[in-house]
């Protein structure tokens, strides 16, 4: 019977045609399918920043196959897959994108490296595997073909991981590496929400003064906030202002928070 549901979530832009050739492929292959597109602005190769933008939208998601497509290697010996969870299934490249949404989905149960040449392309461009294997892959999957026809199965043990995100805690703080800088400046960081317990009403992040709350209002305008953001990460904003810009960092930049004096 098949998901019915594709979503999409790339770094192409929204400036060229890569965006739509994936979706008429898909479109072309199983029309009854409807197309979820996540984003296509996750910063140009930056597989951290897909990898936790996928992570954290597919747990509300329709069950379906959800492409991903952050690939600085592609056309080199990296291997394209699809993983089976609980959740759904993914398809995109072996360089870590796709195991954290995997894990969100209930855990991989299943990998296959996408080689059965009767899925993919006529032709397959060495840089435009978005369209001719990873497309073509998922509306036959999102039809209800069966993962192993695909191509041969692999040992999830294998799959490329990213490395642990920094974060280092102390009694009187932690550090924590940046994951993601958001339209609005708020800064994401790589700490669960155990870490702000029982922590003052005002902290030191990144040497400026922050008001501990639960949302922005919480600090007067202009201030920062250290707040748990709807992700369910410790998170950083200034209240009407940018706080990636206040703070001046980006996506892997470890930034320390201290009490106060």
Do not use: K
Not at 89 to 106: K, M, Q, R, S, T
Not at 177 to 190: I, K, M, P, R, S
Request: charged share 15%; glycine share 12%; net charge negative.
């Amino acid at each position: 019977m098949g998901f019915g549901w594709v979503s999409l979530t790339t770094d192409y832009g929204l400036s060229d045609g890569f965006v739509a050739a994936c979706h008429g492929v898909i479109a072309r292959l199983a029309p009854q399918v409807r197309v979820i597109d996540v984003t296509h602005l996750v910063p140009p190769t930056d597989v951290r920043h897909g990898a936790a933008v996928l992570a954290q939208t597919v747990p509300y998601l329709p069950a379906g196959v959800h492409v991903a497509v952050v690939d600085p290697g592609v056309g080199t010996s990296r291997r394209g897959i699809a993983l089976e969870a609980p959740g759904g299934l993914l398809v995109g490249p072996d360089n870590g994108l796709l195991v954290p949404a995997a894990e969100a989905l209930g855990g991989v149960r299943a990998a296959v490296e996408l080689t059965n040449p009767r899925w993919l392309a006529p032709e397959v461009s060495r840089t435009f595997h978005g369209r001719d294997v990873f497309a073509p892959v998922a509306a036959r999957l999102a039809t209800g073909a069966a993962l192993a026809e695909a191509g041969p199965a692999l040992d999830p043990a294998g799959l490329v991981r990213l490395p642990e995100p920094v974060l280092e805690v102390t009694p009187t703080g932690f550090t924590a590496e940046v994951l993601t800088v958001d339209h609005f400046g708020n800064v994401q960081l790589a700490a669960p929400p155990s870490v702000l317990a029982d922590r003052p009403a005002t902290l030191r992040v990144g040497g400026h003064e922050a008001v501990h709350g639960r949302t922005f209002g919480d600090a007067p305008p202009g201030q920062l906030v250290i707040y748990v953001d709807s992700a369910d990460r410790v998170a950083v904003a200034v209240n009407g202002g940018r706080a990636a810009d206040r703070l001046g960092v980006r996506p892997g930049d470890p930034v320390p928070v201290r009490h106060p004096g």
